[in-house]
């Protein structure tokens, strides 16, 4: 299924082997990792593209089904639990649905509650079906998809803090980090915030010009090891956590533009909880963000990216003892089934 702007395989849970290691290692073959191209595999050379959900009934009273998101690296040995996935999520409540692992109705507005395995968090669904089936055609356009198809409203429960937790996991909102102010932000995934001119580039560039600059990945690498340290993470040397961001000015309506790193590529466009922590981060006051925010955001805020736009709904309140606390979280996605069928791992 495309989720969002990403794309991945979709697996029962019970076609899985029960074994992390077993399922690792077949999803691997079933990719095609590890091989820059993925050329006996069905990933598509690209973080973005080698992605898997893992969906099954919901052991927790609170949710329909429960989902697992597994990144499965592209030319390396690498298959992680350690972060989220917020545009596969968008996938699977139609995924679901089709396979009978929750009930839905007929016809109308379908509302799935969806438990986020890997940070312990509830996402509600909410999708449109007709006559059994979720509808995939709509008005919706997302950046980085071409086209259009049905909206798919995606609301955030207890994702605060849910990988490091803490949405402020060093206690601060701007931390100096080999010399750079960045604001380390969690709300839903772990993001190190940065301004773009601080590292000496404008925040604008096209991403092939960022990756090829060696000095520049050089030094987020640098703040990101030394971040991930802080933030708890341990050494995330072989981890996709934390992402980077690079912030600037907007220029194209948006109230703030992004690069974003994950962690290595720039991403063409934000991941959907990425997106979150940095809109999180562009509304606190003395962050990183805060100062290059254009105009005043009224509960949304649109982030300028390499291939247009996202709008990330934030509200932000200050609970006792002066904490901030996220009052409301919410973004909008589209998703649509590609293929169904048989998948043929390489063998052993």
Known sequence: MRGGSSKGAYFRRDDLPADAAERADLLRRIMGSP??????GIGGANPLTSKVAVVSPSTD????????FLQVGVDDDVVTDRQNCGNLLAGVAPFAIERNLVAAPLDGEATIRIRMLN???????RLTMRDGAPIEDGDTRIAGVPGTAAAIALEFEGIAGGTTGALLPTGNITDGIDGVPCTVVDNGMPVVVM???DLGVTGHEECAELETDRVLGARLESIRLDAGARMGLGDVRDTTVPKLTLVAAPRDG????TRTFIPHRCHDAIGVLGAVSVATAALLPGSSAHPLLDGNPDGVVRLEHPTGHLDAVIELTTGDGGTIEVRRAGIVRTARKLMDGIVYPRPV
């Open 35 to 40: 091989d820059p191209r993925q050329i006996d």
């Open 61 to 68: 009273a609170d949710a329909d089904v429960d989902y697992l």
């Open 119 to 125: 940070t312990d968090s509830l996402a509600t669904a």
């Open 195 to 197: 301004a773009a001119t």
């Open 254 to 257: 948006g109230h703030l533009c």
